[in-house]
């Protein structure tokens, strides 16, 4: 049974940071990409960063280029999202996205790239 669980989440100010996790179960963490997605009350699920299976390949949206960093350690299982300099506007549940792929240096921006989702965490910025 596959379970990506997300933690780091909560209430920060805006300019503040927050670090999300994401630990992996049940698959084999190194043959997936991974993605980190979320959704604020009203509106779509946004994509907002992904990474290869090699751990070196990242893409971002404008939105959060320059300010978010997507990581993940293949020997723990586990993704991260470093969140900098968070505005009002940031504030969403935060969801992690595993993506079967055959291609190391492959990262997917799209939902339906992706097989298995956590249950998110929610990120709230005062400003």
């Known amino acids: 049974q596959v379970q990506l669980v997300e933690s780091g989440g909560g209430l920060v100010q805006a300019g503040d940071s927050l670090r999300l996790s994401c630990a992996a179960s049940?698959?084999?963490?190194?043959?997936?990409?991974m993605g980190w997605f979320r959704q604020a009350p009203g509106k779509e699920r946004e994509f907002v960063a992904g990474?290869?299976?090699?751990?070196?390949?990242?893409y971002y949206p404008d939105s959060v280029k320059g300010r978010f960093t997507i990581s993940r350690d293949n020997a723990k299982s586990t993704a991260y999202l470093q969140m900098n300099t968070l505005r009002s506007e940031d504030t969403a549940v935060y969801y992690c996205?595993?993506?079967?792929?055959?291609?190391?240096?492959?990262?997917?921006?799209?939902?339906?790239?992706?097989?298995?989702w956590g249950r998110g965490t929610q990120v709230t910025v005062s400003s």
């Open positions: 996205a595993a993506a079967p792929t055959s291609y190391v240096y492959a990262y997917y921006y799209r939902r339906n790239d992706y097989d298995y």
């Open positions: 990474i290869s299976r090699s751990e070196d390949r990242t």
């Open positions: 049940g698959l084999i963490f190194s043959r997936y990409a």
